[in-house]
């Protein structure tokens, strides 16, 4: 399983305990952590403070700021937490178009306490001076008791889903919160997929047939260094997939960024009275790879196959070629005979 860098996102409602359990988890696990409040109190201390309007307006600021710095971040490649109230509806989207661009996996760390607890907490550090005053957290307070009660905050859905309640801070168990995130860490070790749609080939578009032909015919670059393709063999391979039937699947997975990133094409073989799927070509693009896609096509063309009435899956995989053997054996497939080829005039004993 390859390993990615991850970040972990701490949300939940004001009074969650968010901004503490950071600071706990960044001591504890040995990673950075950036916070949206930590940024907002800077810039009131840096232009003041005044009323509700203004700090709504620095909110906005420091949200700018948090995903500057989070993107800066990102190119680190190291894993770190970053922690805010973050909504599904104006995050979401953001924080997963900067984890794919950057190749990183997520984990939710979700956290929520009983309405009551939490209320009574935020009026708590207003009073007791434990809020910056900039927040003017007492013109928000019937704001929070309603938002409470009629819109509680979902998770973002980029990553494993850790809930945690923390309604009694003091009996978290952070050990074994730390373990819980050690294995969420390692269920997350391919990054988030661009977002990537599986289509067939075009077979009257030449322009089309003549890149995946490349593209099947180039593979033995995996296992051969500097191999290229004649142009007959691309030709050939063009004509082959123009002529296509209903016996075979040519997949097409594209992304809007990328263009086509992967191909996978499965034919139908009647030997007797045994019906195969013979996987004659699965190929993703580099920078897409460990992502999922050629798993998806795989599963994609197996049920094809099955459809079509094949008993048995089949491919051919150099004895060089390790990581595809090593893909196949995780997905059920067995080895059998090895090919081999001699060249005529090696005489080598």
């Not at 949206?36 to 307006?57: A, C, H, I, N, P």
């Not at 600021?61 to 490649?77: N, P, V």
């Not at 007492?138 to 859905?157: A, C, F, H, V, Y």
């Not at 191999?227 to 997975?253: H, Q, V, W």
Request: proline letters at 3%.
């Amino acid at each position: 399983m390859t390993k990615c860098p991850y970040v972990i996102i701490v949300q939940g409602q004001p009074c969650t305990g968010k901004s503490r359990l950071v600071r706990t988890l960044t001591n504890r696990l040995g990673i950075p952590y950036i916070a949206r409040d930590e940024f907002k109190e800077v810039l009131f201390d840096r232009l003041g403070t005044r009323d509700r309007e203004w700090s709504q307006k620095l909110g906005g600021a420091s949200y700018d700021l948090l995903f500057a710095a989070f993107e800066k971040l990102l190119q680190t490649r190291s894993n770190f937490l970053i922690e805010s109230n973050f909504t599904p509806d104006l995050h979401s989207q953001k924080i997963a178009a900067l984890l794919r661009s950057h190749g990183y996996s997520a984990i939710d760390l979700f956290l929520e306490a009983d309405p009551d607890v939490l209320m009574e907490r935020f009026i708590h550090r207003w009073t007791t001076g434990e809020r910056h005053r900039g927040h003017v957290d007492n013109e928000r307070i019937e704001d929070l008791r309603e938002r409470l009660k009629d819109s509680p905050l979902q998770p973002l859905g980029l990553g494993p889903l850790i809930r945690l309640n923390t309604t009694e801070f003091g009996a978290i168990d952070v050990a074994g919160l730390i373990e819980t995130l050690g294995t969420a860490s390692l269920s997350r070790s391919k990054p988030l997929a661009h977002k990537v749609h599986f289509r067939t080939l075009d077979t009257s578009n030449n322009d089309e047939l003549q890149v995946i032909a490349r593209i099947h015919e180039e593979a033995p670059a995996f296992w051969e260094p500097g191999y290229e393709p004649d142009n007959a063999r691309i030709i050939r391979c063009t004509e082959k997939l123009k002529k296509a039937s209903g016996m075979s699947l040519l997949l097409i997975a594209e992304s809007e960024e990328s263009g086509i990133v992967g191909f996978h094409w499965v034919d139908i073989e009647d030997i007797g009275a045994r019906r195969f799927g013979y996987v004659k070509s699965l190929w993703v693009k580099d920078d897409h790879q460990n992502q999922g896609i050629a798993s998806k096509m795989k599963q994609q063309g197996e049920e094809w196959a099955r459809k079509m009435g094949a008993q048995f899956m089949k491919t051919t995989v150099h004895v060089r070629n390790e990581r595809m053997r090593a893909f196949n054996l995780k997905r059920g497939f067995k080895e059998g005979f090895i090919e081999m080829t001699r060249t005529f005039g090696d005489t080598r004993d």
